[in-house]
């Protein structure tokens, strides 16, 4: 149903998102590299798979299984049964998995519950300053858009990260992508880092909450 929300297990961040990810939009995260983006895409990915649902997982960097089996705390086998994994290699790659994950969440039998890209910028990034940036952008946003149609057309939610490049004249950090990703995304949540193991969320856009943040640790389980 429109409107419904997946929790994502970590309790601060679902609280901000009022229960969870949207069901039937993009939700981005971004935030400088070790701020938290990859575990807490593992750790949604995570509670989907424990709550018997399958899992799109688009990986283009290289996920660690000692992380994975951290967070699934005795339970890794029972995660790995529903977790459907890409690990593409390239821009090119990466947009025929993102074809392929849509086209299985569009397909109602398979029971898709969630789709994660992380991160759906780390190939287009190697593309910007080149002659290929053009087809980068357009690849990237052509990913985007099917990825909005899926989520809206099947009720899924759609989690993906996104890295940062360091604004000179703000000396803000800054999503990558410009403006066509921050419209793709209907949820976007900016991931600070903290002294030590502190982590914040802040909510800069939702479809039907105000700004706000919230406060997580990383520990050896993932986040708390
Ligand atoms: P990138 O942009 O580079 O992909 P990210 O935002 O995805 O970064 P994560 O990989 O989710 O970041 O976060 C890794 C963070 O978790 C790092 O700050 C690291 O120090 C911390 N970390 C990794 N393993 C452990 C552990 N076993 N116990 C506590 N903290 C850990
Ligand atoms: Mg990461």
């Known amino acids: 149903m429109p409107g419904d929300r997946c929790p994502t297990g970590i309790g601060p961040v679902d609280q901000l998102l009022g229960g969870g990810l949207e069901t039937d939009g993009l939700t981005e995260l971004y935030g400088e590299g070790g701020s938290g983006k ?10 989907l798979a424990l709550d018997d649902r399958w899992v799109c997982y688009i990986d283009t960097e290289g996920v660690s299984v000692d992380r994975l089996e951290a967070i699934a705390q005795g339970r890794i086998d029972q995660v ?6 890409a690990t593409p290699k390239s821009l090119e790659e990466q947009t025929k998995a993102v074809g392929a994950a849509c086209a ?19 190939y287009y990034r190697l593309t910007l300053s080149s002659d290929s940036e053009d087809d980068g952008r357009l690849a990237l946003g052509r990913e985007l858009a099917e990825l909005v149609a899926t989520a809206i057309g099947s009720h899924i939610p759609v989690l993906f990260t996104n890295q940062v490049w360091r604004n000179q004249r703000t000396g803000d950090l800054e999503p990558l992508g410009g403006s066509f990703v921050n419209h793709a ?17 802040v909510l800069l856009k939702h479809r039907s909450l105000g700004e706000a943040a919230a406060e997580f640790q990383i520990t050896s389980t993932g986040l708390s």
Request: charged letters at 25%; hydrophobic letters at 50%.
């Open 38 to 47: 990859t575990l807490i895409c593992l750790q949604a990915a995570t509670r």
């Open 185 to 201: 995304a209907k949820t976007i949540l900016r991931i600070d880092r903290l002294p030590g193991a502190r982590r914040r969320a």
């Open 104 to 122: 299985l969440a569009r397909d109602t039998k398979r029971g898709i519950g969630l789709i994660v890209l992380d991160s759906a910028t780390f």
């Open 80 to 85: 790995l049964q529903r977790l459907l994994l």
